[in-house]
């Protein structure tokens, strides 16, 4: 089984400071973690993927993210946050080695930033 | 390349009516997904096909929900009849068949019923 939390519903940062999304995940094989932003009235655009290879993943718009398998956790992060950063991000898990899995979506953050 | 479709964006329909919402996935995908956020909720996994085929429909939460996908291309989902609890976002993606790729979503359609 898979599940992930978002330990943060919503996050409200000033322009300029620094930009963190908590994500905890729960897995029974190994995960693919992936980051998905949604802007009002938008779809969901893919931020970012993790899927075995670097620890480290970087994404678009400055966000990164660090898988932590010791901390079962896969926070996001931008040095400097923008106001067209606000909207709603969503950390999702899948199983890595199922090509057709589906995936399992956290509950949503939602990103307000204050000028 | 062109990314996911969906349509209508919106639909605004009366209870018992009935109302058909269709994807049109990335040419050569053939995951194809649905899934659904009602009332600010979880985003929800209704079902997913390879090609034609269901391969997991565990999350359609009744016998009102009918989703095809004739010749492995386009997908329809129809709600037959339209309940108040129907209301929400409707979100449709696909993807390749390689674990590696992430999924590739419409916009959605918004679906209220009054």
Same mark, same amino acid.
């Given at each position: 089984?898979?599940?992930?939390?978002?330990?943060?519903?919503?996050?409200?940062?000033?322009?300029?400071?620094?930009?963190?999304?908590?994500?905890?995940?729960?897995?029974?094989?190994?995960?693919?973690?992936?980051?998905?932003?949604?802007?009002?009235?938008?779809?969901?655009?893919?931020?970012?993927?993790?899927?075995?290879?670097?620890?480290?993943?970087?994404?678009?718009?400055?966000?990164?993210?660090?898988?932590?398998?010791?901390?079962?956790?896969?926070?996001?992060?931008?040095?400097?946050?923008?106001?067209?950063?606000?909207?709603?991000?969503?950390?999702?898990?899948?199983?890595?080695?199922?090509?057709?899995?589906?995936?399992?979506?956290?509950?949503?953050?939602?990103?307000?930033?204050?000028? | 390349?062109?990314?996911?479709?969906?349509?209508?964006?919106?639909?605004?329909?009366?209870?018992?009516?009935?109302?058909?919402?269709?994807?049109?996935?990335?040419?050569?995908?053939?995951n194809l997904y649905w899934y659904r956020r009602v009332m600010g909720k979880e985003i929800k996994f209704l079902l997913h096909f390879v090609k034609e085929s269901k391969q997991d429909e565990s999350g359609m939460p009744n016998n009102r929900f009918l989703a095809e996908r004739t010749g492995g291309t386009y997908s329809t989902l129809k709600v037959q009849p339209a309940e108040l609890?129907? &209301? *929400?976002?409707?979100?449709?993606?696909?993807?390749?068949?390689?674990?590696?790729?992430?999924?590739?979503?419409? &916009? *959605?359609?918004?679906?209220?019923?009054?």
């Amino acid at each position: 089984a898979q599940s992930v939390t978002q330990l943060d519903s919503h996050v409200s940062v000033s322009e300029g400071t620094p930009v963190l999304l908590r994500c905890n995940y729960s897995s029974s094989y190994s995960p693919s973690l992936f980051w998905y932003v949604q802007h009002p009235n938008k779809g969901l655009q893919l931020l970012l993927k993790y899927t075995s290879a670097a620890t480290l993943v970087k994404g678009i718009n400055g966000f990164e993210a660090e898988f932590k398998k010791s901390e079962t956790s896969f926070h996001l992060t931008k040095p400097s946050a923008h106001m067209s950063d606000a909207a709603e991000y969503f950390c999702v898990v899948r199983n890595r080695y199922s090509s057709a899995s589906k995936i399992i979506f956290g509950s949503g953050t939602r990103l307000s930033i204050r000028p | 390349e062109a990314g996911v479709t969906q349509f209508p964006s919106h639909s605004v329909i009366e209870k018992g009516q009935t109302v058909t919402l269709r994807c049109d996935p990335i040419s050569g995908h053939d995951n194809l997904y649905w899934y659904r956020r009602v009332m600010g909720k979880e985003i929800k996994f209704l079902l997913h096909f390879v090609k034609e085929s269901k391969q997991d429909e565990s999350g359609m939460p009744n016998n009102r929900f009918l989703a095809e996908r004739t010749g492995g291309t386009y997908s329809t989902l129809k709600v037959q009849p339209a309940e108040l609890e129907d &209301s *929400g976002v409707y979100f449709c993606a696909s993807s390749q068949v390689d674990r590696n790729y992430g999924y590739t979503f419409g &916009s *959605g359609t918004r679906l209220t019923v009054v």
